[in-house]
């Protein structure tokens, strides 16, 4: 049984500080790692994706990944009230040969206040 | 990434009634997905919409409950069948990357009453 663990919040984080995000999975054959952001009322969106161990920035976000440990996280730097969302992760137990459908933690609901 | 087009975006139905979603992708996929999103509740994979072929369906949902279709690498559908208040929620058809990312259609809202 695959499983993903996340915090469900709320997590309120002042604006313009470093919002992290905490997701473990039950699955060591995890291999590739993704982040999700999910405003009220819509579709979930695809923000990170992670392959290998270490840190992967993209703009003001970064993903860390330690699969010894079975974790992963989400940094949001310079947090924004745009940024307040729930934010899901999903890892994935192949790393090719086509998508597989994604087992979803519960979400982190996050609110940076002005 | 593929654009993904869904109807209906929400719909109110009977009891004991059924209702069918559309997917539309405007490019051709090979990995469709549906997925359920219950109130206050993270996304439950439902089946994998396999093209020519039966759907693979995840432990707790039946072919019977939730007909797929799936005749072409653009277009699947999605049907909720006798429905009851238990199955109000969104539906979301998604397609997947070879790198496994997945990218979702905006969602079917149903209500049961």
């Known amino acids: 049984q695959k499983e993903v663990e996340q915090n469900s919040g709320p997590l309120s984080v002042p604006e313009g500080a470093i919002a992290s995000l905490n997701c473990t999975y039950s699955d060591r054959g995890s291999q590739s790692f993704f982040w999700y952001r999910q405003y009220s009322g819509k579709s979930p969106e695809l923000i990170m994706s992670?392959?290998?161990?270490g840190d992967k920035e993209d703009g003001r976000f970064t993903a860390q990944l330690n699969k010894a440990s079975q974790y992963v996280s989400l940094l949001i730097r310079d947090s924004q009230p745009s940024d307040s969302a729930t934010y899901l992760c999903a890892p994935r137990l192949y790393s090719g040969g086509g998508a597989d459908g994604l087992t979803f933690g519960k979400g982190t609901h996050l609110i940076i206040q002005p | 990434s593929a654009v993904i087009s869904q109807k209906p975006s929400r719909d109110i139905c009977q009891r004991g009634t059924s209702l069918t979603i559309q997917c539309q992708v405007d490019s051709q996929v090979t990995m469709m997905f549906w997925y359920r999103q219950q109130p206050g509740q993270s996304l439950t994979l439902i089946a994998t919409a396999n093209q020519g072929s039966e759907a693979t369906y995840e432990s707790g949902f039946v072919i019977d409950k939730f007909p797929i279709s799936r005749p072409n690498l653009t277009f699947s559908t999605l049907t909720v069948s006798n429905m009851s208040p238990e199955d109000s929620s969104i539906y979301l058809c998604?397609?997947?990357?070879?790198?496994?990312?997945?990218?979702f259609g905006e969602g079917s809202r149903l209500t049961v009453l």
């Open positions: 998604s397609v997947g990357q070879r790198t496994g990312e997945l990218f």
């Open positions: 992670i392959y290998s161990n």
